[in-house]
């Protein structure tokens, strides 16, 4: 990648929606070679997918929540195949350390809140944590440069 890739990423962060010829103009280059970079870093795996971030008090999720899942008393595999099932969980990551399972989650009061807690409960040890604020809620990804740092320096 590019100092020009590096750049249509940005600008894919932070606007999706942006049109190819917007992308032509703050990039200076033809539509067509916009075109040829956006493929290449979708064949790449660099660019996953187009998506909408949204707000979660918006659509009435006013609760999010981290739960830490540890000492699984099911397998792997069947504690992963409920979460996927479990629609209150945006996201499930399986850690190293203590802890097996950290879900983020978002629900819209305590009763809900109270019911998933309730439903994870069989698959191992929970600690529940409420988000207070985030600080970051979401940062761009900035790839490291090709350039080490005495590439860099020589330049």
Same mark, same amino acid.
């Given at each position: ?15 999706? +929606? ?12 033809? +539509?067509p ?12 795996? =660099?660019?996953?997918d187009?998506?909408? +971030? ?12 981290? =739960? ?8 792997? *595999?069947?504690?992963?195949?409920? =979460? ?8 499930? *990551? ?15 009061n ?8 309730? +439903? ?20 761009? =990804?900035?790839p ?12």
């Amino acid at each position: 990648m590019d100092e020009l890739d590096l750049k249509l990423l940005t600008l894919l962060q932070m606007n999706s +929606r942006v049109t190819v010829s917007e992308l032509s103009k703050q990039l200076v280059l033809s +539509r067509p070679s916009v075109s040829e970079r956006l493929q290449r870093l979708q064949e790449r795996g =660099i660019i996953e997918d187009f998506t909408a +971030r949204v707000s979660l008090p918006a659509v009435g999720l006013e609760i999010l929540l981290f =739960i830490q899942v540890s000492e699984l008393k099911r397998t792997p *595999h069947e504690f992963e195949q409920m =979460i996927k099932e479990e629609l209150a969980v945006i996201e499930c *990551h399986r850690v190293t350390g203590t802890t097996n399972y950290i879900l983020k989650a978002a629900v819209n009061n305590m009763a809900s809140m109270s019911l998933l807690i309730d +439903r994870l409960i069989p698959y191992g040890s929970l600690t529940t944590s409420i988000v207070l604020s985030s600080p970051v809620p979401y940062r761009l =990804i900035q790839p490291e440069s090709r350039n080490t740092p005495e590439e860099t320096v020589k330049s």
